[in-house]
T-cell receptor, first 113, second 113 residues
Framework: DSGVTQTPKHLITATGQRVTLRCSPR?????VYWYQQSLDQGLQFLIQ???????AKGNILERFSAQQFPDLHSELNLSSLELGDSALYFC????????????FGPGTRLLVL | GQNIDQPTEMTATEGAIVQINCTYQ??????LFWYQQHAGEAPTFLSY????GLEEKGRFSSFLSRSKGYSYLLLKELQMKDSASYLC??????????????FGKGTRLSVIA
């Protein structure tokens, strides 16, 4: 158990819908990272927040957005969902900002029908 | 840009030794991570190298050569539970906006009896 929690564990929805994925980092960690992992694909970095501020942006679609709240939990919002958005979404956290060891949550498996 | 190459799949026998290679080309380098990921589960941290040489941790060792842009993960006394994907990840220069950690697509290792 890494100490990072994610909810929900599974999510099934329809095309065009909007969903919110939630992540709570390890106690004391200030950075949160979001990744997408499609079948047989590597981990694609989406976005990083550090202490409430956006820090780095990867291959995140405009239909996706995220935020980090004062209690340091983070939410990833996915809208106008398409079939291709079906994937595992992982959240990771680390102590500081500079890409040191990241600890991953169990992931949310999203299925868009 | 950043490019990370790993073999897609490997097979090895229980009790044997296997070496998983990773080569990288990056615009900035600030360390290399290895993660283990069982199917459908979260990646878990295995090792971190920032200086050249070998880091040993139980049955797992990781080697880095910065001049060659090369790393390997060595797994000894293979067990069936070692069947998983092994992800190589490069930490870039920690400037704001840079992707903190770039992952390779992973090497799927199958351990057979």
């Amino acid at each position: 158990d890494s100490g990072v929690t994610q909810t929900p564990k599974h999510l099934i929805t329809a095309t065009g819908q909007r969903v919110t994925l939630r992540c709570s980092p390890r106690s004391g960690d200030l950075s949160v990272y979001w990744y997408q992992q499609s079948l047989d694909q590597g981990l694609q970095f989406l976005i990083q927040y550090y202490n409430g501020e956006e820090r780095a942006k990867g291959n995140i679609l405009e239909r996706f957005s995220a935020q980090q709240f004062p209690d340091l939990h983070s939410e990833l919002n996915l809208s106008s969902l398409e079939l291709g958005d079906s994937a595992l979404y992982f959240c990771a956290s680390s102590v500081m900002v500079a890409g040191e060891t990241q600890y991953f949550g169990p992931g949310t498996r999203l299925l868009v029908l | 840009g950043q490019n990370i190459d790993q073999p897609t799949e490997m097979t090895a026998t229980e009790g044997a030794i296997v070496q998983i290679n990773c080569t990288y080309q990056t615009s900035g380098f600030n360390g290399l991570f290895w993660y283990q990921q069982h199917a459908g589960e979260a990646p878990t941290f295995l090792s971190y190298n920032v200086l050249d040489g070998l880091e040993e941790k139980g049955r797992f060792s990781s080697f880095l050569s910065r001049s060659k842009g090369y790393s390997y993960l060595l797994l000894k006394e293979l067990q069936m539970k070692d069947s998983a994907s092994y992800l190589c990840a490069v930490r870039g220069v920690p400037n704001s906006g840079n992707t903190p950690l770039v992952f390779g697509k992973g090497t799927r290792l199958s351990v057979i009896a």
